[in-house]
Nanobody
Framework: QVQLVESGGGSVQAGGSLRVTCVASGSIGSVNCMAWFRQALGKEREGVAIITTAGDTTHYADSVKGRFTISQDKTKTTLYLQMNSLKPEDTAMYYC???????????????????WGQGTQVTVSS
């Protein structure tokens, strides 16, 4: 079992920055990929970014490339998402996810992730 707890959400004006954090605990040695997903009100959840725990390979959704950066600390227990140049359309609940099974580590592979946090709200005003 892996437990994930997000924090750091909040309200910011368009063009501003915010960093959300996810702390992982439990059987973190079994995690091979971590990700951030988001879900806006009335919309489906979408992948934002992923990072592999072994090689720190990252992939981003086109909508956030060049603005968001996913990273993890050396102990692999804390995941970050640095969000710059925020837009109102970035408003959503942001979820941290961890994958322990095999399969694709991709923002498009929501079903491959095994554990989820409770989410943290990010609101961007124009």
């Amino acid at each position: 079992q892996v437990q994930l707890v997000e924090s750091g959400g909040g309200s910011v004006q368009a063009g501003g920055s915010l960093r959300v954090t996810c702390v992982a605990s439990g059987s973190i040695g079994s995690v091979n990929c971590m990700a951030w997903f988001r879900q806006a009100l009335g919309k489906e959840r979408e992948g934002v970014a992923i990072i592999t725990t072994a090689g720190d390979t990252t992939h981003y959704a086109d909508s956030v490339k060049g603005r968001f950066t996913i990273s993890q600390d050396k102990t692999k227990t804390t995941l970050y998402l640095q969000m710059n140049s925020l837009k109102p359309e970035d408003t959503a609940m942001y979820y941290c996810a961890a994958k322990v099974r095999g399969g694709t580590c991709s923002p498009a592979s929501e079903g491959a992730f095994d554990y989820w946090g409770q989410g943290t709200q990010v609101t961007v005003s124009s």
